[in-house]
């Protein structure tokens, strides 16, 4: 199904049933007991239907829940197409994942049915609502029966309205970083019922690090590179640098294709070699960037990893990652891979990624960032991204060449 579809039928048909279902709370909450989380919980459900890179930055949050509730299940209820992360992540037991396949209206219909039904049968405690302003989501904590329901709201901001059955809320920070959030929302589940924000909940800091980790035997990393050597011999005699230029379902996001040229060029005249990575859909992007370079040192590596865990692999036997804002920048901070990612119509104050081994780019014109939960992620700039475009390219390079030169190429053994 389309983003601007799921977004319409999202806008107007969630308002109307986010309204019913709140009239229904509130008359039934006159005759029933505030919902209280249990000493010991056997069952937590946790709501994540963002991007994959969400998925990386809720890291802490799934580790805060396991410290403070160990004999508890913790489920997750994610989009089909990005479970792969939460498996390779080890987020949780296979058996306690859950999907939502998008792929069409009837589908998303059957599986929310499904689910709904499924977690009713097996008694929740809670579920953690991790949308900011998603009505799917809201309603979906709804229909799985769990009398302790957490999630955000927007207390008194005007804007996106989801109902007021959200028991145990916490208002939206545009002002905090979003796994500093979600760590919030393990605290709002002792917060009393109705509370608008958590008051008791303990001082959170940004994570320093994900907290997650992806375990790959040595012999299997050294394998996965004598087979990215065989394939691509250039890599033999230089160090590989990684490049994601493209912007995925939000092209806003990306570095102007020609300033991505100009650094290619750069690296491969200093000596190293440069794969231009992401999905097949990216294929025509990196085939411009290489005419642009001109240069056999300039790899097209978009389809070459048929998996997270292969791209994952790749970014081992790399030692740098330039990006775009976007699931690999996440992704590279379960790895030792040093990466610069460029923000400007989000905002690396909110969502960068975790660890010490990112540089974020950013211009800090007076529009960005733009893509906000209160305009659907939507930009008033149509394409005209300037908030990118003026982050210029020889600075970038010479960053890139000033951490490359302090870091031995990779092993060709």
Not at 132 to 147: D, N, Q
Not at 279 to 303: F, M, P, S, W, Y
Not at 375 to 390: E, I, S
């Amino acid at each position: 199904m389309k983003i601007q579809t799921q977004r319409f039928i999202d806008r107007w048909v969630g308002q109307l049933l986010c309204g019913a279902v709140s009239g229904w709370v509130r008359f039934t909450g006159l005759f029933g007991a505030p919902a209280r989380m249990p000493a010991a919980p056997k069952n937590i459900l946790v709501i994540l239907l963002s991007e994959m890179g969400s998925i990386v930055l809720a890291g802490p949050m799934f580790a805060a829940l396991r410290r403070q509730y160990p004999g508890a299940a913790i489920h997750i209820l994610q989009l089909k197409k990005n479970q792969e992360v939460s498996k390779l992540l080890s987020l949780t037991a296979v058996e306690h994942m859950h999907t939502l396949d998008d792929s069409s209206g009837g589908a998303l219909i059957r599986d929310i049915l499904a689910v709904s039904l499924k977690m009713r049968r097996l008694g929740l405690d809670a579920v953690i609502d991790c949308e900011l302003f998603s009505r799917v989501s809201a309603l979906l904590s709804f229909s799985t029966g769990a009398p302790v329901r957490v999630g955000f709201t927007p207390h008194t901001q005007e804007g996106l309205y989801r109902g007021s059955f959200i028991n145990h809320s916490i208002p939206y920070n545009p002002y905090q970083h979003i796994s500093k959030q979600f760590l919030s929302l393990v605290d709002a589940l002792q917060s009393p019922e109705g509370m608008p924000r958590n008051r008791a909940g303990a001082i959170r800091e940004i994570p320093a690090e994900p907290e997650l980790s992806v375990h790959f035997a040595r012999e299997e990393l050294a394998a996965y590179r004598r087979k990215v050597e065989a394939d691509h011999p250039v890599t033999q005699t230089r160090a590989l640098v990684l490049v994601y230029a493209g912007g995925g379902i939000l092209p806003e996001r990306a570095w102007p294709a020609s300033h991505y040229a100009r650094v290619v060029q750069g690296l491969c005249a200093a000596g190293y070699a440069v794969g231009l990575i992401g999905l097949k859909d990216d294929a025509i992007l990196a085939r411009d960037l290489q005419a642009q370079v001109g240069h056999e040192a300039c790899l097209n590596l978009t389809g070459y990893t048929k998996s997270i865990r292969e791209l994952l692999m790749l970014m081992h036997a790399s030692a740098l990652l330039i990006t775009n804002d976007g699931g690999p920048s996440h992704f590279a901070t379960v790895t030792p891979i040093q990466t610069m990612v460029f923000f400007g119509p989000e905002t690396g104050k909110l969502y960068g990624p975790l660890g010490k081994r990112t540089i974020i780019l950013e211009s800090g014109i007076a529009c960005s960032p733009c893509l906000t939960a209160y305009n659907h992620r939507l930009t008033f700039c149509d394409g005209d991204n300037q908030c990118l475009k003026r982050i210029a390219p020889d600075p970038v390079l010479a960053q890139a060449l000033a951490f490359l030169q302090g870091t031995p190429a990779p092993s060709t053994a």
